[in-house]
T-cell receptor, first 113, second 114 residues
Framework: DAGITQSPRYKITETGRQVTLMCHQT?????MFWYRQDLGHGLRLIYY???????DKGEVPDGYVVSRSKTENFPLTLESATRSQTSVYFC????????????FGPGTRLTVL | AQSVTQLDSQVPVFEEAPVELRCNYS??????LFWYVQYPNQGLQLLLK??????LVKGINGFEAEFNKSQTSFHLRKPSVHISDTAEYFC????????????FGSGTQLTVLP
């Protein structure tokens, strides 16, 4: 199906474990983004990517790692999960950076115990 | 640094009543402005956006917003709401030419009551 998908939709893990959240888009959009959504903060940008092998930090990158070997995939890895990383994570994509609509995935709810 | 303020965290309103969700931004340069809606357990969807031109922007589902440069505001309005409009609404801004990210407000939960 066309669109942007995220997996898993729900994840419970323990402090110190590595977790990878997957994001896949079928539009061949150049730009992809990872946000986290926390109560009272709206959405905050973690990382974004302009193309395969090109990534850049957003507002809250600490504790996260991204890669983009293929245009359609943009995985987010928490190398050593902490409780403060409990959040809902959204992946998004857009064709251009400035002024363009971003299309969002359904989100991954991550709980770190 | 650019910031977006949504003045009301929760707005309850009765069905068929009008509603206004307030948004203010801080920027000394040109901005692109957006309203997104998030229905329960879903991602965000674009309602409308302002890039340039007419200050009154019409979006989907009967929503509209007015860009007011002097008041640095971009309030969202709907003349008559439905139960199905119950959702969280996010205002977002992109400072043209310098910022490399979309800045979101903290969101307004609109609850439409029967």
């Amino acid at each position: 199906d066309a669109g942007i998908t995220q997996s898993p939709r729900y994840k419970i893990t323990e402090t110190g474990r590595q977790v990878t959240l997957m994001c896949h888009q079928t539009w061949s959009h150049s730009y992809m983004f990872w946000y986290r959504q926390d109560l009272g903060h709206g959405l905050r940008l973690i990382y974004y990517s302009a193309a395969a092998d090109i990534t850049d930090k957003g507002e809250v990158p600490d504790g996260y790692v991204v890669s983009r070997s293929k245009t359609e995939n943009f995985p987010l890895t928490l190398e050593s999960a902490t409780r403060s990383q409990t959040s809902v994570y959204f992946c998004a994509s857009s064709q251009v950076l400035f002024g363009d609509e971003q299309f969002f995935g359904p989100g991954t709810r991550l709980t770190v115990l | 640094a650019q910031s977006v303020t949504q003045l009301d965290s929760q707005v309850p309103v009765f069905e068929e009543a009008p509603v206004e969700l307030r948004c203010n931004y801080s920027s000394s340069v040109s901005v692109y402005l957006f309203w997104y809606v998030q229905y329960p357990n879903q991602g965000l969807q674009l309602l409308l956006k302002y890039l340039s031109g007419s200050t009154l922007v019409k979006g989907i589902n009967g929503f509209e917003a007015e860009f007011n440069k002097s008041q640095t505001s971009f309030h969202l309005r709907k003349p008559s709401v439905h139960i199905s409009d119950t959702a969280e609404y996010f205002c977002a801004a992109w400072e043209s030419g310098s910022a490399r990210q979309l800045t979101f407000g903290s969101g307004t939960q609109l609850t439409v009551l029967p």
